[in-house]
């Protein structure tokens, strides 16, 4: 997605899909549904940084 257009458009995107995948959570908010929008461009800042999708799952694991 980043080839195709800008690394923020791509992030942006991105970021509200993860929030979006949080949607179903017990207890959903719209402050938790804005901090899985920022996570989502944490976690995507860090894969783009070190290309380990391991790295990504393993601080969503922690956070949990």
């Not at 195709?4 to 959903?28: K, M, P, R």
């Not at 938790?32 to 929008?37: E, N």
């Not at 989502?40 to 790295?55: N, P, Q």
């Amino acid at each position: 997605m980043i080839e195709g257009s800008s690394f923020c458009i791509s992030l942006g995107i991105y970021s509200l899909l993860f929030g979006a995948a949080h949607l179903s959570n017990e207890g959903i908010t719209v402050y938790s549904i804005a901090v899985a929008v920022m996570a989502g461009a944490f976690l995507g800042i860090l894969y783009i940084k070190t290309r380990a999708l391991w790295m990504c799952i393993g601080v969503h694991f922690i956070w949990n």
